[in-house]
T-cell receptor, first 112, second 115 residues
Framework: GESVGLHLPTLSVQEGDNSIINCAYSNSASDYFIWYKQESGKGPQFIID?????DKRQGQRVTVLLNKTVKHLSLQIAATQPGDSAVYFCAEMAGANSKLTFGKGITLSVRP | GAGVSQSPSNKVTEKGKDVELRCDPI?????LYWYRQSLGQGLEFLIY????????KSGLPSDRFSAERTGGSVSTLTIQRTQQEDSAVYLCASSPRAGNREKLFFGSGTQLSVL
């Protein structure tokens, strides 16, 4: 069946370094993607989104890259800070009025 | 309120008991979603509402699960005859309207533990 998955379950980075979190999706009909951040004891929080007609989108310290050819999505966090430590989820939607499908999540741990 | 509110934040129940989980969405948001998150897993879609109707109930795991929404606002998720495998965090989210690329705003969830 269709699924959204993440390559690695955990990622440990040094404070100040850049982080790259990767996500693979298998539904070729997916045309909208979102990255969410979930801190312990809280619900997921929207970080950034991208539509399939774009390859790259930048936010504050974050960049999302979309490669539709290989069905790959990545989240880049510049100058990673301790407050970035959380679980990150990619999610995809295939067409308007469809539900958001989430991947399993990856834990980002920032070393001081 | 300012955000999505869920209650209770924690619920411990005995196997076989019924539980009700409540979600109060952001004021004015017409779409409301329920997701389930098991330990170390992603978010599993359960059901969503547009207004008081539920166009997509496809994620409800069994007929023990039901949800309703009244007045286009508060929603309750009911689990009857709870089983241990129902233990999870139940997350509610709302958005201004369903689909159409509206981002979801999540509550903090209800941690359900079935003993």
């Amino acid at each position: 069946g269709e699924s959204v998955g993440l390559h690695l379950p955990t990622l440990s980075v040094q404070e100040g370094d850049n982080s790259i979190i990767n996500c693979a999706y298998s539904n070729s009909a997916s045309d909208y993607f979102i990255w969410y951040k979930q801190e312990s004891g809280k619900g997921p929080q929207f970080i950034i989104d991208i539509r399939s007609n774009m390859d790259k989108r930048q936010g504050q310290r974050v960049t999302v890259l979309l490669n539709k050819t290989v069905k790959h999505l990545s989240l880049q966090i510049a100058a990673t800070q301790p407050g970035d430590s959380a679980v990150y989820f990619c999610a995809e939607m295939a067409g308007a009025n469809s539900k958001l499908t989430f991947g399993k999540g990856i834990t980002l741990s920032v070393r001081p | 309120g300012a955000g999505v509110s869920q209650s209770p934040s924690n619920k411990v129940t005995e196997k076989g008991k019924d539980v009700e989980l409540r979600c109060d969405p952001i004021s004015g948001h017409t779409a409301l979603y329920w997701y389930r998150q098991s330990l170390g897993q992603g978010l599993e879609f359960l059901i969503y509402f547009q207004g008081n109707s539920a166009p997509d109930k496809s994620g409800l795991p069994s007929d023990r699960f039901s949800a309703e929404r009244t007045g286009g606002s508060v929603s309750t998720l009911t689990i009857q005859r709870t089983q241990q495998e129902d233990s999870a965090v139940y997350l509610c989210a709302s958005s201004p309207r369903a689909g159409n690329r509206e981002k979801l705003f999540f509550g903090s969830g209800t941690q359900l533990s079935v003993l």
